[in-house]
């Protein structure tokens, strides 16, 4: 059960890493070490199960943003001050979606991110 859900949370990120040009070694090592983490985060709180792929894409989101990259960037708005999109709700579920950090707007469910 706990393993459904973290291949699912990795299928999820992974594919919008993808979305946007980071499905790379270096990107797919740091969707690794945030499954390890969230792994045992699970293991410890079952009940977690609907937050973990939304945690993981905000983990994940925060090792690129350290690494100086934004992922994944909102290409929805006209704004001319690029910025990102974040997970809603924060908690990271149930049903995570990514929303414009500027506009609040849904932009696409986790998963379903398009290149941009
Ligand atoms: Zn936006």
Known sequence: MVDDVLLSARALVLADLGARGYADAG?????EAAMGERRWWVEQWPDGQPFVAGLVATDVQD????????WPECT??????????????????????????????????LGGLTAG
């Open 76 to 109: 929805t708005c006209a704004s001319l001050e690029q910025h990102a999109l974040r997970i809603d709700p924060e908690l990271g579920g149930p049903d995570p979606v990514w929303v414009c950090e500027t506009s609040g707007e849904a932009i696409a469910r």
């Open 27 to 31: 990107g797919v090592s740091l969707l």
């Open 63 to 70: 090792a690129l943003f350290d690494q100086g990259i934004r």
